[in-house]
């Protein structure tokens, strides 16, 4: 059976480095994954299209450069992007992202606010792109809100639906359960992101496929926010064992990987103890590194901002959120 996978390690693995990959590994890492045979690589600012900025970080290289770099390399791979309404602009990023030639757009919400989506998807498809629907931090929603969702991004006319685990604290059992849901209610394909954040993430990638799940996400040596993503490489050759079919060649796919440990992972994503807090209380891998800047800035307990935000049900896109509960900790512990 034939499974389609997506690589953002030119995406979301920008969130381990600040956003800051250069035109040149842009290049290089691409070259690479169109080598292998990657079918989608995922290019842009770690929150996706339009999202470089000083609150959330700048990207070193704008959209315009990455997305021409990445272009000039993929002559087989198609070149995708994420977006989340809000940041991204139909006008000023998703015209000049399609005269690019962006084949595949991934259109993302918090997981119970589809309707957030409706515009862009809706444009996409009258430009005859080929468009996916994303639930972000679908752990926060019971399984009857994402296949409500879900059927939302669908009749907007997004070809597949995708959910993220963006916080990384599902149990292969919740995404067997998720996962069926979906596919039994949908007529278009649905798929998996994992992140990593309690070393789940190759476990719940093969629930989710097994339960259903054609679409799959995964990031060369996991790079990506907090303790990353699924690890690609292992990731493939699992599915190849498992007798899945992904048109990816292995022995690339290592290279590849290869190539981003040496040029630009600079640690390797693995499950620190705040990722593990991350976890557990459900709270956004990508606020690893901004929650441990801040809480060494002010010299609080990066664990008790986790757990704070894990309690007050923050999504990502509340960045400035960080910095209130930093400072109310940093109030508290001079008192």
Aim: with cysteine; net charge negative; charged share 20%.
């Amino acid at each position: 059976m034939r499974i389609r996978i997506s690589d953002p390690t030119l995406r979301d693995g920008q969130h381990a480095v600040a956003h800051q990959l250069s035109e040149r590994h842009i290049r290089l890492y691409a070259r690479a994954a169109n080598a292998a045979g990657v079918p989608i690589v995922e290019v842009g600012h770690g929150n996706g299209l339009g999202a470089s900025s000083l609150l959330i970080g700048k990207s070193r290289v704008s959209d315009r450069c990455m997305l021409l770099a990445a272009r000039e390399e993929l002559t087989s791979s198609r070149l995708g992007i994420h977006l989340i309404p809000g940041f991204a602009t139909i006008e000023r990023d998703v015209r000049p992202a399609i005269e690019l030639g962006v084949d595949v757009f991934r259109v993302a919400s918090h997981c119970s606010e589809a309707d957030l989506t409706r515009r862009h998807i809706e444009f996409l498809r009258g430009e005859e792109k080929e468009v996916h629907g994303v639930l972000m931090m679908s752990h926060m929603a019971p399984v009857t809100v994402l296949v409500e969702e879900a059927l939302k991004m669908q009749s907007y006319g997004a070809q597949a639906v995708i959910i993220m685990d963006s916080a990384g604290s599902y149990m292969p059992r919740e995404v067997t359960d998720r996962i069926g849901e979906l596919c039994g209610a949908l007529s278009v394909p649905v798929g998996f992101h994992a992140h990593n954040n309690l070393g789940l993430a190759i476990a719940n990638t093969v629930a989710a496929v097994e339960a259903g799940a054609r679409l799959l996400d995964g990031t060369a040596r996991g790079f990506g926010a907090g303790a990353g993503n699924t690890q690609l490489e292992v990731l493939i050759a699992v599915l190849h064992k498992l007798g899945y079919e992904t048109g990816i060649e292995l022995t690339g796919m290592l290279a590849a990987s290869d190539l981003a440990e040496r040029e630009f992972v600079h640690t390797l994503p693995f499950s620190k103890s705040m990722s593990i807090i991350s976890g557990l209380t459900g709270v956004f891998s990508g606020y690893a590194k901004p929650v441990e800047q801040m809480s060494r800035e002010y010299g609080v307990d990066p664990l008790e901002v986790f757990y704070e935000l894990g309690r007050r049900r923050v999504i990502a896109g509340q960045e400035d959120l960080i910095l209130e509960i930093v400072l109310d900790l940093a109030k508290r512990k001079g008192a």
